[in-house]
């Protein structure tokens, strides 16, 4: 697959977020790994949003869009780990 082709005519797709030669079958797909840490961490940043300080400030307890209320006590987020892994399996 070319990696600077936007779209996807071929059943090949590269994972740079999975190690090399990692093949998975998936929607009539074969993602395979690349092992590209970088590239896997631009594709990070492009799925999931990155405000900027200066939005932050203004979202204030807003997460993509929904206000939360704020946290107490004890905290340990997952979800968003979850989200991103499983994201990277469609790439």
Known sequence: ????????DSKVIENPCA????ALEWDEYTLIGTGDA???VEEVQRLIP?????????LGSHVGGVEHPPIRGKF??????FFALDSLREL
Do not use: I
Request: some cysteine; hydrophobic content about 35%; aromatic content about 10%.
């Open 1 to 8: 697959a070319n990696k600077n082709d936007e779209t996807c």
């Open 19 to 22: 190690f090399a030669g990692y």
């Open 38 to 40: 970088h590239r896997c």
């Open 50 to 58: 990155h405000p900027s300080e200066a939005d932050l400030a203004k």
């Open 76 to 81: 340990l987020a997952m979800s968003l780990f």
